[in-house]
């Protein structure tokens, strides 16, 4: 054998092996992660806390952002299957486009963990961890029920809607948590859309985005508010509220409504703080990250992986584990973001 042929050898036996373990020389299991975006604060954390978890556990980290493209994200799962990843972590950013990744996953026997967003029409995603994304509509529409005293009040009461990406399948888990509470009232006529504007298709703001929610904000209040009040737009999450506060502050004369959202971002605690945006919903990126780091080792280990609940993708029964979403504003802000470490005052100010 010449050197060259040695040198081939050897080269050929360091890739096999590498395959094998799923790490170049560490001997660490490798986790691939694909986060939908770097647009919103959350999935920064979500990617930040479980690199972190998932490497004080032992593993070797390959954390991704798909830029809210669906084929960026196609084509860096299928390099996370080919580099050795043991296991993939996806919160999708279209919940049906990531089907042949999946499969090929599932040829090398790659489990794949659909985390927050539930991947759609596939019967190898593995395993789902979210939030109790319904019950996050609900603590919404709740809070709007309660505050107006829609029970009691003589209203009518005009109400907005604003809700999320409809390639998100959370999406349309939140606006039904939220309408299953409030249709009853706007039936009744005691709660009023002036804009018509009550469908899933109608209110839906594609990728979540802030300018989008806040230009058909802008219409809805010019073609129907110059001479009424709004008393509550309905935000399924942060990045729709922020669009509805901006489009309020510069086109709205009334009185400030109830406005809702979800996730805590810096930006609606500051609105909330200015008493621009009244309440949002709490899902403790920590929690999520954590419990996804202990289902993939239980997966990775052979152990029983520890579920709560089942999520149908319209393929299977998809075993899940929902964490609690807390209901957040002006009043409890404090307990649950500072005292817990979420945020210091300083991320506030
Ligand atoms: C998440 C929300 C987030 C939204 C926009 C949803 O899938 O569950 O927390 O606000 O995406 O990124």
């Known amino acids: 054998m010449n050197a060259k042929k040695i040198l081939g050898t050897i080269l050929c036996a360091v ?25 919103l604060q959350r999935w920064n954390q979500d990617g930040d806390y479980m690199k972190q978890k998932f490497e004080a556990a032992g593993y070797e980290v390959d ?3 798909a ?7 196609l084509s860096q799962m299928e390099n996370m299957i080919n ?23 599932a040829a090398k026997n790659i489990p794949v963990i659909a985390y927050d967003r539930l ?30 005293d829609l029970d009691n009040a003589a209203g009518p009461f005009n109400i907005e809607f604003t809700a999320g990406d409809p390639g998100d399948n959370n999406a349309s888990f939140f606006f039904n948590g939220a309408m299953d509470v409030l249709k009853p009232y706007i039936d009744a006529g005691k709660l009023v859309v002036v804009s018509g504007q009550t469908d899933f298709s109608s209110v839906a703001t594609p990728e979540w985005s802030t300018a989008t929610a806040q230009s058909r904000a802008e219409n809805i209040i010019g073609s129907n508010y110059a001479d009424k009040n709004i008393d509550a737009w309905l935000c399924s999450n942060d990045s729709t509220a922020q669009g509805v506060v901006n489009a309020l502050d510069s086109r709205y004369n009334g009185e400030w409504p109830i406005i809702t959202g979800q996730d805590c971002d810096i930006v609606s605690v500051k609105n909330m703080l200015a008493g621009k945006q009244t309440m949002s919903v709490f899902k403790d990126t920590r929690t999520l990250a954590e419990r996804t780091v202990t289902m993939a080792s239980q997966i990775l280990d052979g152990k029983t992986v520890e579920t709560n609940n089942t999520y149908n993708n319209n393929a299977k029964e998809v075993p899940s584990y929902l964490c609690d979403p807390v209901f957040a504003d002006i009043n409890n802000y404090k307990q649950i973001l500072i005292d817990s470490g979420y945020y210091k005052e300083a991320d506030l100010a």
């Not at 096999?16 to 975006?37: D, E, R, Y």
């Not at 991947?119 to 593995?126: G, I, S």
């Open 119 to 148: 991947l759609m029409d596939n019967a190898n995603v593995a395993y789902y961890a979210t939030f109790d994304n319904y019950k996050v509509g609900q603590i919404q529409g709740e809070f709007v029920r309660d505050t107006l």
């Open 67 to 73: 830029g809210n493209k669906a084929d960026t994200q």
């Open 83 to 105: 580099s050795g990843c043991k296991v993939l972590v996806v919160a999708a950013v279209e919940s049906t486009s990531l089907g042949t990744a999946i499969d090929k996953a």
């Open 63 to 65: 954390l991704q952002y």
């Open 15 to 39: 890739i096999a092996i590498t395959a094998l373990t799923g790490c170049a020389g560490s001997g660490k299991k490798k986790v691939g992660i694909s986060m939908p975006t770097k647009d």
